[in-house]
């Protein structure tokens, strides 16, 4: 087979690499990829959200399966242009990435068809929106922008002050854009959180490994909060009995939901959990892989990743075989210096060879790129989150002790 991935970042390596080790796959291709992804598929220079192009270049190449690993182009309908042509495509159409695109529709689905979530009250009028802060007594308040806002558009209010500030920054301002347009006020929720994400063909959602992301930029859970900083898999607080509750009350019901709804699930179903003192509920969906959370699941599967994505696609996925491994998984992000806000690119990245950690004394140890690129032969900064160090043991704390141990090596100025 002849796949394309669309996307450039250390999710759509971890895929890339995921579909390298297909006996299936002739040839990989990634639109616009990143110097890692270099290193064994061919990157072409289309941007994510140049349908009419990606569209042309599978026809003109004979892909057989596309990817798409990033939610903006899901968003936005790409799967829709690719399926009108007739190509084959990994990803939920547009009218089922509405489940990522808009928290009102999200949170309106799972009143619906009672799906555990916080919660919450949806304005499209600001001064409603403020009469209703004016009216809480409980604080934190949690605020979401309706629309895709590049993964910040939550605030976390813990007054009354803070959340008409954050009304006024969402809704008046428009600090992101037309995503505030409409805003979802929600009752704070406590408890560990977990991500589960899910193959999907429609009918049928088959959950992955479970992981645990960390946001905060800094060790020692500090910092500001960031797209992730670091995951590990499996979630020690998914256990097989949370799982059990999760299936029956959360995956099961979301996938016969968005069918009902007329826009069944296809792709990659990503449930944003949190375990809460009344039981797990969902704090959000995401319509694709996560980001880093792909890095630390895909090297557990076992079984043919692109068999999987295929069978997505054609509605086959209970005929395909797959598990994954009783082993751990760890992450961890190397980030330029000032991410998640401004950051320079460009910085010039030493201790790598072909990609890897050039004296890496690890085998379980491998680096997936997330903003590298190269320029005249040199490797160099291109994104906040530059690269991660991916280790797979035994038990966690190996899996940690060996993501450490050679991440040192990996250097650029302001690297942290
Ligand atoms: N790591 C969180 C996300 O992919 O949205």
Redesign the pocket.
Known sequence: MKVLIVGSGG?EHAIAWSVAKSPKVDKIFCAPGNAGIAEFAECVNIGAMEFDKLVAFAKENAIDLTIIGMDDPLVGGVVDAFEAEGLRVFGPRKNAAIIEGSKAFSKDLMKKYNIPTAAFETFDDAQAAFDYINSLEKFPAVLKADGLAL?KGVLICQTKDEALSGIQEIMVDKHFGDAGNTIVVEEFLTGPEV?VLSFCDGKTCIPMISSQ?H?RAHDGDTGLNT??MG?IAPNPYYTSEVAKVCEETIFKPTLKAMEAEGCPFKGCL?F?LMITEDGPKVIEY?AR?????AQVVLPLLQGDFLKICKACTEGTLNDVDFSFSDKSSAIVIVASGGYPQSYAKGKVITGLTNGQIADCEHDNVHVIHAGTKLVDGQLVTNGGRVLGVVSVSNSLKEALDDAYSEIDKIKFEDAF
């Open positions: 999710r993964g991500s992301d946001k797209g992730g995951v990503y944003g995401n892989f996560g980001d880093p959370e």
